[in-house]
């Protein structure tokens, strides 16, 4: 084996090295970590040395295992869920990043809003989203950061469309409570809204057939703005690189 060569393998070790270091104390929450943007993210984060605690609804995440990854079962629609989890979770861990991932849009791509399916939407993307987040923040570091997934859907300043009523209010919604909880925790956490970018996911079919990011191209861009010096309070494109209007 040449010289360079060796000297290669090491620079890759001693590089791995620094990452696991840097970045083996650091621990973060992602909700939704089973699929699409939040299964992405979770394993970019474990790729770069982080301590990776991921929530779905089964409690499982298929093709993926990892000894910095632990899963729990968290249902956000469900109370008793949501405090069963917060409570075990605290109890073990000091969190450094919640990323409130976990969302559903059911009513996505439809004209008129429906009993049922609204009243879902809200479960999750903002009731129990906030009560999650609320139930954990005293187990965030002081230094620590809150980021919530949301949408440009959710933002008033930029709606022009009449559809996915539901889901555009809950983001809204969501938004609402990123600025109340930047400046009740200002000083100490900082607080963010993430617009992924169109996304080729799931939650609706517009999104596979005609998004523009795969949910690892969101995820790095979400990544690089998390773990970046960002100002509190922001709602921040993750696809355009740029701050949205509220």
Known sequence: MSNSIILGVELGFAKQKCIDLCHMNNKVLITGASRGIGFALTKLFLENGYKVIGTSRNGEIENLTHPN????????????????????????????????????????????????????????????????????????????????????????????????????????????YTKILSSRLKGSQKVASVHPGWVRTTIAKSNITNGRLSPEESARKIFDFVTGDFETGIFWDAESQSEIGW
Not at 77 to 87: E, L, R, T
Not at 99 to 104: D, L, P, Q
Not at 142 to 168: F, P
């Open 69 to 176: 990854l632990d899963v729990f079962k968290l249902d956000l629609s469900n109370f008793a869920s949501i405090s069963d989890v917060a409570k075990t979770l605290k109890s073990i861990y000091k969190i450094d990043t919640l990323i409130n991932n976990a969302a559903i849009g059911p009513d996505l791509d439809t004209n008129l809003p429906e009993e049922k399916t609204f009243k879902q939407t809200f479960e999750v993307n903002v009731t129990g989203t906030v009560f999650f987040t609320e139930s954990l923040i005293d187990s965030i570091s002081q230094d620590g950061r809150i980021i919530n997934i949301s949408s440009i859907y959710g933002s008033i300043e930029l709606c022009e469309h009449t559809d996915s009523v539901a889901y555009r209010m809950s983001k809204s919604a969501l938004n609402m």
